[in-house]
């Protein structure tokens, strides 16, 4: 990009877009609304079809993941690694990728913050230790997506293919480091060694054993949200993401696009594996996400593939997912109807859309 160029970009970055934006803040509100009123007649009818109690369900729902003091720490808990996984896949797509590696880049982060904890661990303060995890799992998880973004870069390679098989590679290394060389031999399973003091983060909720990771993540997704929409590099990402060509023709280099934001994108999952780490298991485990990758994509698309939208969606599938533990105690449904519950959401708020573009459409 030219030098006469960048103060006109810089210019339209950071000016904000004033005509029309309340309305359409209205519509998306709206759009929601309904389609969360839909989502919870459609799964009154599934509970009912499971000959199941529709409001002890989301009595249990709602009292479970926010009625007591451990429902809403376990809950902050569910919403960091959510979060920063969301972010990941809607950063990527804001750059016109597809980041289905979110799952890999925790485990990949997961493990350098363990080996770093586990290298210097003993031998550095809570103040310095802890930061250096953290930055572990950002540089691990940022390494992991940038190979498919130098290969995208490069040859052309399609990051999807790339980020799956990368997924199994970072998960089979885990259960070699946690079942070998890091094992907990009292266990017998694949867990490693629990991390030293000086690698574990602090509680926001001590006795309910809720971890600071979710002010991390809340600050993460402020940061991305600053990036893409005040900086020139977001400029940049964005610009690929809706017109390579066009970028291109404008002087963005559009290979050092692509790896910096596969990258970045790997970097926040990588972080959310870290934070996993020191700061709700204390050790590495496989198993650590369960699913959290596939989770990370629904929420984008829940969140429109905005920061704020991401957050709020973030929070809904992270009650969602507690509140459905209790379920099949209480109300006697199958252990899958969490996950039933949030394809529901999805579906719904897909519909909703499709109808209102269509309307919109003429």
């Not at 359409?24 to 989502?39: D, F, I, M, N």
């Not at 979710?214 to 402020?222: E, F």
């Not at 964005?238 to 994108?265: E, F, H, K, M, Q």
């Not at 006697?332 to 039933?340: E, I, Q």
Request: positive net charge; glycine residues 12%; proline residues 4%.
């Amino acid at each position: 990009m030219s030098a006469e160029s960048r103060p006109a970009v810089a210019e339209a970055v950071v000016v904000p877009v004033r005509s029309g934006g309340r309305s359409r803040v209205t519509t998306a509100v709206l759009t929601y609304v309904v389609a969360v009123a839909l989502a919870a007649a459609v799964s009154a009818l599934f509970i009912l079809a499971m000959r199941g109690d529709v409001a002890l369900a989301f009595r249990t729902i709602l009292s479970s993941s926010l009625g007591s003091v451990a429902g809403i720490a376990q809950t902050l808990n569910k919403i960091s690694p959510l979060l920063l996984g969301s972010m990941a896949v809607m950063l990527a797509r804001q750059g016109g990728f597809f980041n289905i590696g979110v799952d890999g880049q925790m485990y990949a982060g997961a493990i350098v913050a363990t080996g770093l904890a586990f290298a210097v661990g003993g031998a550095l303060p809570l103040v310095l230790m802890l930061p250096l995890a953290l930055l572990a799992g950002f540089a691990g998880g940022a390494a992991l997506g940038a190979v498919p973004g130098a290969l995208r870069a490069r040859w052309g390679v399609n990051e999807i293919f790339v980020t799956v098989m990368l997924n199994f590679i970072a998960y089979y290394l885990t259960e070699w480091v946690a079942t070998g060389p890091w094992n907990d031999p009292i266990t017998g399973e694949a867990i490693t060694r629990v991390l030293p003091e000086s690698a574990t983060l602090p509680m926001l909720l001590p006795a309910a054993g809720a971890h600071a990771g979710v002010l991390i993540a809340l600050v993460m997704s402020a940061a991305v949200a600053v990036l893409l929409g005040r900086t020139l590099l977001g400029y940049e990402i964005r610009t690929v993401g809706d017109n390579p060509r066009a970028a291109t023709l404008g002087g963005v280099r559009l290979g050092r696009i692509t790896l910096v934001t596969l990258a970045l994108s790997g970097a926040l999952a990588g972080l959310a594996g870290a934070i996993e780490v020191v700061g709700y298991h204390n050790r590495l485990i496989l198993g650590l996400t369960p699913g959290y990758g596939a989770m990370a994509i629904l929420i984008a698309v829940l969140g429109r593939m905005h920061p704020i939208g991401v957050a709020v969606a973030s929070a809904l599938v992270a009650v969602l997912m507690v509140g459905a533990d209790s379920l099949q105690r209480s109300v006697k449904l199958p252990a899958s109807a969490g996950a039933v519950f949030q394809a529901i959401v999805v579906l719904c708020v897909l519909l909703v859309e499709a109808r209102a573009a269509r309307r919109a459409r003429g």
